[in-house]
């Protein structure tokens, strides 16, 4: 199968491309480079320099190639960076998404993996997300997903498109071989909990302490990126065997909710002293309870997850982390 992976320079498009050369599959990757690093591309990929918008390049590259599947992950991710900059993110996760995708439709290219966000959901209640939950994203970033994701819909229902959307709920980890892994990104906790232990950053800040949870502090589904990838490959093996004109979405977590004094508490366990934290005040925009429920997609895929397991998430970004 041959794969048009946008973002691939990227903390998890990096990880599927190097799921998916590893499973015999044909990648090409296109990235701009404006937060990824080309080191992250694997060798045995394919890589074009480019924007997902520039039209002139995307089309000569599916003139001289055919593509079976798109798998999209290019796009800004920092959600307290869209508060500031709001249009910046629907410029690039929505605007130039749709001109990369109707520059792929020219060429009959018309099935896609879209990268989404649990986030998508908002403020929820208790009880573990299902895909047919109300949406209601409450920051630029998510609601920038959102918006991609109608379109993808719409494209649908004029059958000119299938896709799968996939929500990933908090990605963590790296590769166990390292050879990617996180490298920026100020709102990822796991990375920050990495940088104290390793004496690169004084202290980590905990946003709020009074939320209404086991101990004060929001509650995530953290999955470890190798199972998101490997996600990536069955979805893109079963949007191959078929035109379904389908928009079908799944969530993608292990449904288990940690919180964040939990995660730090498993990492004071991993590194057998405690690393330095001070609870802040809450971040606007941040849901008390974010936990899939993954039944869609288990039952669907018949998947189970290989690295369902906070101390190896730590591990891994750990040794990531004194990696680079
Ligand atoms: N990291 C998470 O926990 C998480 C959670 C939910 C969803 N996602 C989604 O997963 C996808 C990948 O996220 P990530 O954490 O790997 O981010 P990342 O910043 O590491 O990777 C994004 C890549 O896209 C490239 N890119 C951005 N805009 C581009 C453009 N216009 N043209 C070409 N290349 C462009 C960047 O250079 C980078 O290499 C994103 O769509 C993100 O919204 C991530």
């Not at 202290?203 to 589904?221: A, E, H, P, Q, S």
């Not at 899939?292 to 101390?311: C, E, G, Q, R, V």
Request: glycine share 6%.
């Amino acid at each position: 199968m041959n794969v048009l992976l946008t973002g691939g320079a990227g903390y998890i498009g990096s990880h599927t491309a190097l799921a998916l050369l590893d499973n015999g599959y044909n990648v090409t990757v296109v990235d701009n480079l404006i937060t990824g690093t080309s080191n992250l591309v694997p060798k045995k990929a394919n890589f074009l320099l480019s924007d997902i918008s520039d039209e002139q390049k995307i089309s000569k590259l599916l003139k001289d190639n055919k593509f079976d599947v798109i798998i999209h992950f290019a796009a800004f991710t920092k959600v307290g960076e869209s508060v500031t900059f709001p249009e910046k993110y629907f410029e690039n996760n929505y605007d130039k998404a749709k001109t990369f995708l109707n520059t792929c439709l020219k060429f009959n290219l018309n099935k896609i993996i879209f990268s989404s966000t649990g986030s998508v959901y908002g403020q929820v209640n208790k009880k573990n997300i299902l895909e047919k939950n109300e949406t209601n994203p409450i920051n630029p970033y998510s609601k920038s997903k959102l918006k991609f994701e109608k379109y993808l819909y719409s494209l649908s229902k004029e059958k000119k498109l299938s896709s799968i959307i996939l929500r990933y709920f908090n990605v963590a980890g790296a590769d166990s071989k390292l050879r990617s892994g996180l490298l920026t990104n100020p709102d990822n906790l796991i990375k920050a909990i990495c940088e104290v232990a390793l004496k690169k950053r004084e202290k980590l800040i905990i946003n709020g302490n009074d939320y209404d949870t086991k101990d004060g502090t929001t509650v995530r589904d953290f999955i470890h990126v190798t199972d998101i990838a490997e996600m990536h490959l069955l979805a893109s093996k079963n949007l191959n065997n078929d035109f379904s004109s389908k928009s079908e979405i799944f969530n993608c977590g292990y449904g288990v909710g940690y919180s964040i004094k939990e995660v730090v508490d498993e990492m004071n366990r991993i590194l057998k002293e405690n690393i330095k934290f001070e609870f802040g005040p809450k971040r606007e925009g941040d849901a008390e309870y974010s936990v899939a429920d993954i039944s869609k997609f288990s039952n669907k895929f018949k998947w189970k997850p290989k690295y369902n397991d906070l101390n190896y998430i730590l591990k891994t970004a750990l040794e990531w982390e004194k990696s680079i």
